[in-house]
């Protein structure tokens, strides 16, 4: 069960737009649909972003969004704004009844 | 509003046990997977166990198989994770979750558990 493979770091300037990588294997990323995107400020508790790929939550803008090739997922946040700077994890799922999230990776918005 | 609230974490010696609870309300919780996410300093957010609504599925990351045992209590709308056997790498940030990790929608604030002599 070894983690996805994310970019420790990410940044950007307001308005524009960052895609964050999230690398897996056939055995997770690349063979299931369930792959996921939370973010998380500091001292807070995580927020679902993106699940099944590319499907947004209720309440989270459409500056979000999520695709995967092969056994690659991202996430792209677009026209960037200060609230944006935060940790993003991805999570996949790794079958028979395990999950796997990436390292994280910290947004900067410039 | 739905809310989990975690509690139970502290300071304890290797090898030793803790109990860490989850207070559950704003929504049916007999009708929702539940899940342990843990984030240890330093690193990142990492799956550690879930369990179905009426608690006959439970699945453990395989590095607290055989240590961790996630139960729930549906009449105190109650989700627990007993931790033996306590490791110094298994200091971290524990957090409780409504559902599974590909839809994990309301979160706890957390509770932070430290392995140390």
């Known amino acids: 069960q070894s983690a996805l493979t994310q970019p420790p770091s990410a940044s950007g300037s307001p308005g524009q737009s960052v895609t964050i990588s999230c690398t897996g294997t056939s055995s997770d990323v690349g063979s299931h649909r369930y792959v996921s995107w939370y973010q998380q400020h500091p001292g807070k508790a995580p927020k679902l972003m993106i699940y099944?790929?590319?499907k947004r939550p209720s309440g989270v803008p459409d500056r979000f969004s999520g695709s995967k090739s092969g056994n690659t997922a991202s996430l792209t946040v677009s026209g960037l704004q200060a609230e944006d700077e935060a940790d993003y994890y991805c999570?996949?799922?790794?079958?028979?009844?395990?999950?796997?999230f990436g390292g994280g990776t910290k947004l900067t918005v410039l | 509003e739905v809310r989990l609230v975690e509690s139970g974490g502290g300071l304890v010696q290797p090898g030793g046990s803790l109990r860490l609870s989850c207070a559950a309300s704003?929504?049916?919780?007999?009708?929702?997977?539940m899940s342990w996410v843990r984030r240890a300093p330093g690193k990142g957010l990492a799956w550690v166990a879930n369990?179905?609504?009426?608690?006959?599925?439970?699945y453990y990351v395989d590095s607290v198989k055989g240590r961790f045992t996630i139960s729930r209590d549906n009449a105190e709308n109650s989700l627990y994770l007993q931790m033996n056997s306590l490791r110094v790498e298994d200091t971290a940030v524990y957090y409780c979750?409504?559902?599974?990790?590909?839809?994990?929608?309301?979160w706890g604030r957390g509770t932070t558990v430290t392995v140390s002599s």
């Open positions: 099944e790929v590319s």
């Open positions: 369990i179905n609504q009426d608690g006959r599925e439970k």
């Open positions: 979750a409504r559902g599974r990790p590909d839809y994990m929608d309301a």
């Open positions: 999570s996949s799922d790794a079958g028979s009844n395990n999950w796997v």
């Open positions: 704003g929504f049916t919780f007999s009708s929702f997977w």
